[in-house]
Structures are given as structure tokens and as C-alpha cells.
């Protein structure tokens, strides 16, 4: 039998829940979830098989309007990552509808939509009674011609298996593209500081997590079969390092014991993790940083 391979990108706003999509379809975590917003930087991809297909999700940063550098290197790597893909899926939620940032998403569509087959897939059914689904639908399929609709919960797995049935369908003839065992083509580096992101993430308030980064300096392979992993936190100010740090050092290290926890667990092998938070007013503007994250550094304001 002919197998076959393509890539697949989620799109739609931050929190539409693309990457809790993308791990119910790989069957592991290779992307974050959280409940706070914009925490997907870079273009992650899983791996997922089903019959003789094999169907790698690109799953993009939310698509939102772009204000700031950092913003518009991740709408460029949003759209990129669709331009880039055979089958494009939009995410929308269920409980907030057709939002202007989702009216925005439309019109972009528009211009990646050319030869590739663009899916609906109203997510989070599991908020909202069933008859408010068909009104949207409809509405979203007048404004734009959408190959299939699928009504899901990523999170409780409600028509995930469909979709992917259909995916496997919609990808072109070909070979694979990876080994049938490789859940994330991530740099284990990379893994290892959005691990360690994540954790920051869940612990810290709203906007602090968007101004700090998080980058492996060091990885050490040790003779007894762990690895020592030394990371370093920017953050653009003093007071956020008092805040990262917590009263007596509380915050971080709670923040190492988690992520450290979780990075055993992915791979398998004793880790020592070691966590440094510098000061860095301008990481937001610094090109190496962005290339860190996997994006392109744009010029301008
Ligand atoms: N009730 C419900 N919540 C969901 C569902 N899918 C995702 N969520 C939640 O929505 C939030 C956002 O999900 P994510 O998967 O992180 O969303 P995202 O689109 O990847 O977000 P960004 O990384 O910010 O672009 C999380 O708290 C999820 O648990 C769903 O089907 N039902």
C-alpha cells in the first residue's frame, strides 16, 4: 500500500487550544498548554501516524495583531508555518465566535488558502449548548469555503479521532518524512527551556512570562548517564528578577523542581538542572534571542 505524508498547520487565535489539539493527536507532549495566553513561540512540530499516513502538525504561535517586534516575528512564523503546509486547520472556539480577531484570520487565509485544503474546526463544544454551533458554522462557512467542518473538544478528545481520519485522507502520496517513533523534532535544548518557560508560566503573573525568555547555555552529558543542564532566565528588568527569584528564592526554585521533574520524565534520564536570571533590558530587541526561539528577527518598530 502507498504510504503517505504532509504537513498539517493549526491555526487561529492565542488560546484557541492549538496546542492541546496537537498533543491529543500526537498521543504525547511536545508543545505547552497553559491557561494564560501566547505561550507558544515557536513552531513546533509533532508527529502523528494513522493507517499509512503520516501527518506532522506544524502548530503555529496565535495569530494576533502585531504591535510590538516580538509580536510580529510571531505572526510572520503563524503564517509562515500555513504557507509552508498542505492542509491548513483553523481553530476556532466555540464560546467566543466569530471575534475580530478571528474576522482578521479570514482575510489572511485568503492569501495562504491557494492550493491547499483549509479545514474548520470549531473547538471547545464541551462549552456551549449544540444548537448555538450550527448558527456559527454556517456563518463561518459564508465567509469562507472551508474543504470540511469538524465540531471538537481538544481537551476531552470529542471528534479528534475524525479529524485526524480525514487528515490522513488529505495529505499528498509520498514517503514519510521521519522515523515512525519521533514525537518532536525540537532541539532537546529548546525542549529543555520551553520546559522551563512553561513552569515560569503557570507561577507567574500575566505579563511578566512575555517578557522573559529562557535559554540552555549548557548541556553536559555525564558519565553516570544524566545530563547537567545549566538555563538562563532574561528578564528586561531588577524588580522582575526579585519576582522570579520569589522571597528567599522560593519562586525559581519551585520553578527548577517542576521543570526538572518534567524533563526526567520526557527523557528518561536523571537530570541536573541549574537556573541563572539575568538582567537583560533589551533581550526583546536582540536578534540572537529570536533565533533562539526559532524566529526571524524583523527590522523596525
Ligand atoms: N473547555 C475546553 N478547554 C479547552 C479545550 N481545548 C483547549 N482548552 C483550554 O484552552 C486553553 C488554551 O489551550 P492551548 O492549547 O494552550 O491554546 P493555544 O491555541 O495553543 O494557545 P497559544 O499557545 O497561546 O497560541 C487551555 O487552558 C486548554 O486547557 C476544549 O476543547 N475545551
Redesign the pocket.
Known amino acids: 500500500m502507498s504510504t503517505r505524508a504532509g504537513f498539517i498547520a493549526?491555526i487561529?487565535?492565542?488560546?484557541?487550544?492549538?496546542?492541546?489539539?496537537?498533543?491529543r493527536m500526537v498521543g504525547a507532549k511536545v508543545?505547552?498548554?497553559?491557561?494564560?495566553?501566547?505561550?507558544?513561540r515557536t513552531r513546533i512540530r509533532g508527529v502523528a501516524m494513522e493507517g499509512d499516513s503520516q501527518l506532522v502538525f506544524v502548530?503555529?504561535?496565535?495569530l494576533f495583531q502585531p504591535r510590538r517586534r516580538l509580536d510580529r516575528a510571531m505572526v510572520a512564523a503563524a503564517w509562515g508555518g500555513a504557507a509552508d503546509a498542505d492542509v491548513v486547520i483553523l481553530?476556532v472556539e466555540a464560546h467566543r465566535g466569530i471575534t475580530e480577531g478571528v474576522e482578521r484570520i479570514l482575510d489572511g487565509l485568503q492569501e495562504v488558502a491557494q492550493g491547499r485544503r483549509v479545514a474548520l474546526a470549531v473547538?471547545?463544544?464541551?462549552?456551549v449548548q449544540s444548537d448555538a454551533l450550527l448558527g456559527l458554522t454556517r456563518d463561518l462557512n459564508d465567509r469562507f469555503p472551508f474543504a470540511e467542518t469538524y465540531m471538537?473538544?481538544?481537551?476531552?478528545g470529542?471528534g479528534v479521532d475524525d479529524l485526524r481520519q480525514w487528515l490522513a485522507g488529505e495529505v499528498p502520496e509520498g514517503p514519510w518524512l521521519y522515523p515512525e517513533d519521533q514525537i518532536a523534532d525540537l532541539p532537546l535544548r529548546m525542549i529543555a527551556a520551553e520546559t522551563t518557560r512553561e513552569k515560569l508560566t503557570l507561577r507567574l503573573h500575566q505579563e511578566l512570562p512575555y517578557q522573559l525568555t529562557v535559554e540552555t547555555e549548557n548541556w553536559e552529558e555525564r558519565k553516570d548517564g544524566s545530563a547537567k543542564i545549566d538555563q538562563i532566565i532574561y528578564v528586561i528588568r531588577d524588580g522582575h528578577k526579585g519576582i522570579v527569584l520569589g522571597k528567599k528564592g522560593e519562586t525559581i526554585k519551585a520553578v527548577s523542581q517542576a521543570a526538572r521533574a518534567d524533563l526526567e520524565a520526557f527523557l528518561d534520564r536523571k537530570i541536573h538542572l541549574f537556573l541563572q536570571v539575568k538582567v537583560r533590558p533589551n533581550w526583546l530587541e536582540e536578534s540572537e534571542r529570536y533565533s533562539e526561539m526559532g524566529l526571524e528577527f524583523k527590522d523596525g518598530n
Open positions: 493549526l487561529g487565535e492565542p488560546n484557541a487550544g492549538k496546542s492541546t489539539l496537537l498533543n508543545s505547552i498548554v497553559t491557561h494564560k495566553v501566547q505561550t507558544t502548530d503555529t504561535p496565535g481553530l473547538n471547545k463544544i464541551d462549552k471538537i473538544s481538544a481537551e476531552k470529542y
